[in-house]
């Protein structure tokens, strides 16, 4: 039910703090340590390589988890799309475990992998948000998202879910491994959804970046490098599913070798600045659109704001980014498809789950 909500997506980009503690609850045990089964921590330290299978943004998520996985359990990741990879297979490992991750666990693209991995033999993982889905049912282990249903087509909560319980997972690995790290997820995340409930409260903010940046517009980029590269693929995937706008997220630096031509006069430019490393080079990369006309809007973090920057989520966990910076991206691909008079949560050609390959 909607409840007051005039959507579903809106309610459910709200229900995100929530959602993260419930996670948090269900993944730590009587000593506040991680709680996770063992034969997952069995077989994540007995892979030499992990393969994670998704579609749309649980793909984003993928490529946000690969960054944990190797960062912090130093363990190999290759995040695939899964219509990709069940025609054009790569080269696999010695000891692969594959990972799916999929929000209703029906995607036809991902059981396709899934089949065929089984055939040959090999442990498979799925994360889901729906135990007792044809993914969970047909793999060796699931993880739960404890997201609670996601009706609008697009997907928020999930995205946030998937990338929460990697964060755990890729914890777990590195401790069973005896990997020494000053990062405690479950703490972290309780950070986060501190920030995510001051980001839902900032909705106004958000609508007049609507009004200014994308009211008009046909097309839009989101740039950033490293983790928000990836954050930035999923607001574009966002905008352009719900709000019709063309929305493409870029690698900062990759921009020069081609992309830079479509900038003209007043195109959107979305920059995600949130990652230290990498500060001082987004920024030089918003200056190369802004002298080629473009309207750029910078989302960053406190402790690296600078003056002027569009709009600053509050700090957390630089790993953990992606669920501070992506909820200002979902409220303006809402607000986005609001003001164009658009279908939010049914936006045209797409169905909640994909299950024909
Ligand atoms: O249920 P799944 O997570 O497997 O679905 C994968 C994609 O179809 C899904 O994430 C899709 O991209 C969303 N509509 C994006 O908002």
Not at 24 to 46: G, P, T
Not at 79 to 107: C, D, R, W
Not at 162 to 171: F, G, K, P
């Amino acid at each position: 039910e909607k409840g007051t909500y005039p959507h579903f997506m809106l309610k459910e980009i709200d229900e995100q703090p929530t959602v993260i503690r419930k996670i948090v609850q269900e993944y730590r045990d009587e000593q506040d340590e991680i709680k996770l089964d063992s034969d997952i921590r069995q077989a994540m330290l007995d892979t030499d390589r992990v393969y994670i299978i998704a579609a749309g943004t649980s793909y984003h998520a993928g490529l946000v988890g690969k960054q944990m996985i190797e960062k912090l359990a130093n363990v190999p990741v290759e995040v695939h799309v899964a219509s990709e990879f069940s025609y054009n297979m790569p080269l696999l490992s010695e000891k692969p475990l594959f990972i799916f991750i999929s929000q209703s666990g029906e995607t036809a693209d991902s059981r396709s992998v899934l089949v065929q991995i089984k055939e040959m033999g090999h442990p498979a993982l799925t994360i889901t948000n729906v135990p007792g889905s044809t993914l969970s049912r047909e793999a060796d282990y699931t993880l739960h998202l404890h997201a609670g249903p996601e009706i609008a087509v697009a997907s928020t909560k999930a995205y946030t879910a998937q990338i929460s319980v990697l964060a755990i997972l890729a914890v777990d690995t590195a401790k069973a491994k005896g990997i020494d790290l000053d990062f405690d997820p479950l703490q972290e995340l309780a950070i986060v959804s501190s920030a995510m409930e001051t980001l839902c409260d900032q909705k106004e903010e958000i609508e007049k970046i609507v009004s200014e940046f994308l009211e008009t517009t046909r097309n839009a980029f989101f740039i950033g490098r490293g983790i928000d590269y990836f954050v930035g693929q999923e607001g574009a995937l966002k905008l352009k599913e719900i709000s019709y706008i063309q929305a493409e997220g870029f690698a900062g630096g990759e921009l020069k070798h081609g992309t830079i031509a479509l900038i003209e006069e007043g195109t959107p430019v979305i920059a995600i600045a949130t990652q230290e490393n990498v500060n001082y080079s987004i920024r030089a990369n918003v200056q190369e659109v802004v002298a080629r006309g473009a309207n750029a809007c910078i989302i960053s973090m406190e402790g690296l704001d600078e003056e002027n920057d569009t709009f600053v989520v509050p700090k957390v966990h630089e790993l953990l980014t992606p669920l501070a910076s992506v909820v200002p991206m979902q409220l303006i691909a809402y607000y986005a498809a609001l003001h164009r008079d658009c279908d939010v949560d049914k936006p045209r050609n797409l169905a909640k789950s994909v299950t024909v390959e």
